[in-house]
């Protein structure tokens, strides 16, 4: 018999920290329906679990959700918190309970609605970013990382969308002549946070690992010339790391799916990571913002992280430690071993500033900055296995993660693996790296210069006080084949301030003629005083296969020689660049300061840059867009509107930057009075945020 009432909190409050580790959630299956036009979420949820000595109450964690119980195999009350759904019983020991009950909640974060703000279809998406304790804000469920639960998720959605989930999917059908309803199945237990949904218009491309693993890459069908570029190498990454790690990839499939305004560059749900769509690239764009590095970070947390995962922030190196070093390692083997010591140099650059200036941090500190887990994480793993050896390393990862798989482990549990295959005195290695804030740089330096080209970069680099009478010579050598592209650079960023002579002419045009793109995009970074010699070949860089060469010249070129302004522009009109529009705005602006270009447009071509302001655009468009009419000092009433929609983004760098200009603004008396005129047309929220800041 079921009985449902609301009774008295205080009943469900007592014994909370007993009762967490007295019951154990073994499987949650939900139904989900995203609402679009409310941007809400409801479902269905049966979970199953037992107690470890009896107990009158469970619960799962759910903020701000309404729930309403269906059925149980047990008598069972529901009462609902501000955080949590509580159900009441008499739950007794070597007995499954099964709870089956409906939910509603309008998510404030953690479910994300984008591009719904045209009627096209094409650009919608919904998806979800849980990483911390924020799953239970969409989907009722435990927050502590420490409770493994079995999901498997059914998204009933408008039919002509995809959806995604962790798992496999098993069924596919129409629920009705609207909806559709894709159901996924997970085979294995994992953290509440790691749970992901995503729903769009998309395109799939199959592929399968060596060992027979389905690799499925997502893209939005207006995208699908773009996936190939997008998702280079991705095969060749899996193969590597189920042979470098040596453990089975744990999981059933491996999805990727990039998203509009996601909060990160990815985030490895399981089995299903989700990317940043400022990763979708063409083959031009794949020069400068590859997601190759991402692709390879979040993959492996497929393992370090998922497959174990900390028991708390202490322990946080290893997810983000373990999978900065084998993203690097699979950066080597596509990029090179150049690639691999110049990353692991400019971590210890980082790193060795942070030291420097007393903000180092020791590794197992708790909530440390991302510097600290990533890139130091991923120094003291690189010492580690500099000193017990790579055999004995790989060794001790293996033995790790299959002694300790689908639980969650600590920095000891990793250690005593590594100690059991060696007699080496492992004592200073974890005084040094894990309990000392200070970054060991003299220890990281000796490391480096093993390597057979940093020895020579680093002699490249102590000449950079020097004039540059006094480092001809090394700079020439450093520009001649075979050409290291990183000495090659860092002579180039030497002849920045040098005076613009006949022989650093020469030593420039040596560099425009390697034909190399990251030594000519050296040029175009640090080269902005054009000398009249060098003019021609400088034009040459707006035609580089790359947009941030291109971007870079193109604003040079126009500052330097404005009689030749008109012909800059008429060359670069119709590029866009990357998915940020980096060209066209840049473009539009310099346009727009250009009087004598096009001046019957110069309306239209403000609306043209105006526009990317509106929510409708991915907010690195916005960003650029309304940081360039800062800059030519224009701001519309509609473009105030704007960004003051920005103000409460859910991505919050962009939402940062827009508070940050728009109190920029206040100072302004005239846009000040703007923005007073505006209040009749603002909402109560923005309304409310405005008189706050006043």
């Not at 500033?353 to 941090?361: I, L, M, P, V, W």
């Not at 059991?420 to 210069?449: G, P, V």
């Amino acid at each position: 018999m079921i009985r449902l009432y609301f009774i008295g909190f205080l009943l469900c409050f007592s014994s909370i920290i007993a009762q967490n580790k007295n019951f154990d959630i073994r499987q949650i299956s939900a139904e989900i329906q995203p609402n679009l036009n409310t941007q809400s979420v409801s479902g269905k949820i049966t979970f199953s679990f037992n107690v470890a000595k009896e107990t009158d109450s469970i619960f799962l964690d759910a903020k701000n959700m309404s729930a309403q119980l269906i059925n149980s195999n047990a008598e069972v009350l529901l009462n609902i918190s501000t955080d949590k759904i509580w159900f009441v019983g008499n739950f007794k020991p070597d007995k499954i309970y099964n709870i089956n009950f409906s939910y509603q909640a309008k998510p404030k974060q953690t479910l994300y609605f984008v591009g719904f703000e045209d009627d096209t279809k094409s650009n919608d998406q919904i998806f979800t970013q849980g990483q911390g304790k924020y799953t239970s804000h969409w989907l009722p469920s435990i927050d502590d990382m420490n409770d493994k639960i079995e999901f498997d998720l059914s998204l009933i959605i408008p039919k002509h969308y995809g959806a995604l989930a962790n798992g496999k999917l098993i069924e596919q059908w129409r629920e009705n002549d609207s909806l559709s309803r894709w159901s996924y199945d997970m085979q294995k237990s994992m953290s509440s946070y790691l749970v992901a949904i995503s729903v769009g218009d998309y395109i799939r491309k199959i592929n399968q690992s060596a060992s027979g693993v389905e690799l499925h890459q997502y893209l939005l069908k207006k995208d699908s010339l773009l996936l190939e570029p997008t998702y280079r190498h991705t095969k060749e990454i899996f193969d590597y790391f189920e042979n470098k790690i040596g453990v089975k990839y744990p999981w059933q499939n491996y999805k990727q799916v990039p998203v509009r305004d996601f909060l990160y560059a990815g985030m490895e749900n399981t089995s299903l990571t989700i990317f940043s769509d400022a990763f979708v690239v063409d083959s031009i764009g794949y020069f400068d913002r590859n997601y190759v590095n991402v692709n390879a970070h979040e993959l492996a947390h497929q393992w370090f992280g998922n497959l174990i995962t900390e028991t708390n922030s202490e322990h946080h190196w290893l997810h983000e430690g373990f999978a900065t070093y084998y993203a690097l390692l699979a950066e080597q083997q596509i990029f090179g071993d150049n690639y691999f010591y110049h990353k692991l140099y400019e971590y210890a650059e980082s790193l060795k500033t942070a030291s420097d200036n007393g903000q180092g941090e020791k590794l197992l500190k708790p909530n440390a900055s991302s510097l600290t887990y990533y890139q130091k994480g991923a120094w003291a793993i690189f010492m580690l296995n500099q000193i017990v050896g790579e055999e004995i390393f790989d060794q001790a990862v293996q033995n790790f993660l299959n002694k300790y798989a689908f639980q969650n482990v600590t920095t000891d549990n990793f250690m005593n693996e590594v100690k059991a295959l060696t007699n080496i005195d492992l004592s200073d290695f974890e005084q040094q790296w894990f309990k000392q804030s200070a970054f060991q740089a003299k220890q990281a330096l000796a490391r480096l210069e093993t390597s057979l080209f940093i020895p020579k970069y680093f002699e490249l680099i102590v000449k950079r006080p020097l004039s540059i009478n006094n480092k001809i010579e090394a700079i020439e050598t450093a520009l001649e084949f075979p050409l290291n592209i990183y000495i090659a650079q860092e002579a180039v960023y030497q002849l920045a301030n040098a005076p613009a002579n006949d022989k650093v002419i020469q030593l420039y045009k040596k560099a425009f003629n390697t034909s190399d793109l990251w030594v000519r995009q050296a040029i175009s970074e640090s080269l902005t005083q054009i000398p009249l010699a060098l003019k021609t070949e400088y034009e040459s860089l707006l035609e580089d296969q790359s947009y941030q060469t291109r971007e870079n010249a193109f604003l040079n070129l126009w500052m330097n020689f404005p009689e030749d302004r008109k012909r800059y522009l008429t060359q670069m009109q119709n590029q866009e660049g990357f998915r940020d529009k980096n060209l066209k705005q840049l473009w539009l602006t310099l346009n727009l300061a250009t009087p004598e270009f096009q001046a019957d447009k110069t309306s239209q071509t403000y609306q043209d840059l105006e526009q990317y302001t509106s929510p409708k655009y991915r907010f690195q468009i916005r960003e650029h867009a309304f940081g360039y009419l800062y800059q030519i000092d224009t701001f519309s009433d509609q473009t105030i509107i704007n960004l003051l929609d920005g103000c409460f983004h859910h991505t919050w760098r962009f939402r940062d930057f827009c508070r940050k200009l728009f109190k920029t603004l206040l100072k302004n008396p005239t846009y000040k009075t703007q923005i007073d005129n505006l209040k009749p047309r603002l909402d109560t929220k923005t309304i409310t945020y405005l008189n706050k800041i006043l």
